[in-house]
């Protein structure tokens, strides 16, 4: 574990309420998984950061470290991780995500 870049993860988490570090960015996603969560984030009325972990090898490594998830994408919301795609993709199609969502903007 590096703790330069486990700090910088920690901080950038902190920083931005709706994070989600990819493959791209939200503009252009480098692969199916990041695209399908891109695109159910842009079902949504809500500002959220992206990290291109595809230009970073250390960071693509360190947080799946950090997370103790072995994929990416990787969602945080309000400094809590939420999950990969197929953990994504059920929380939108239960509902569960609107209601993360909507915590988020109300608080």
Same mark, same amino acid.
Do not use: A
């Given at each position: 574990?590096?703790?330069?870049?486990?700090? %910088?993860?920690?901080?950038?988490?902190?920083?931005? *309420?709706? $994070?989600?570090?990819?493959? +791209?960015?939200?503009?252009? *996603?480098?692969?199916?998984?990041?695209?399908?969560?891109?695109? $159910?984030?842009? /079902?949504?009325? !809500? &500002?959220?950061? %992206?990290?291109?972990?595809?230009?970073? $090898?250390?960071?693509? @490594?360190?947080?799946?470290?950090?997370?103790?998830? *072995?994929? !990416? *994408?990787?969602?945080?919301? @309000?400094?809590?991780? !939420? +999950? +990969?795609?197929?953990? $994504?993709?059920?929380?939108?199609? /239960?509902?569960?995500?609107?209601?993360?969502? &909507?915590?988020? %903007?109300?608080?």
């Amino acid at each position: 574990m590096d703790n330069n870049l486990n700090l %910088t993860i920690e901080m950038l988490i902190q920083k931005h *309420p709706i $994070i989600l570090f990819m493959k +791209g960015d939200k503009n252009s *996603p480098k692969c199916n998984f990041s695209k399908q969560v891109v695109d $159910i984030l842009n /079902t949504f009325n !809500i &500002e959220y950061h %992206t990290i291109n972990l595809l230009n970073d $090898i250390y960071m693509r @490594n360190e947080i799946k470290i950090y997370s103790q998830w *072995p994929t !990416i *994408p990787q969602l945080y919301i @309000n400094q809590q991780f !939420i +999950g +990969g795609t197929d953990i $994504i993709v059920d929380l939108y199609k /239960t509902f569960k995500l609107h209601e993360i969502l &909507e915590l988020h %903007t109300n608080s």
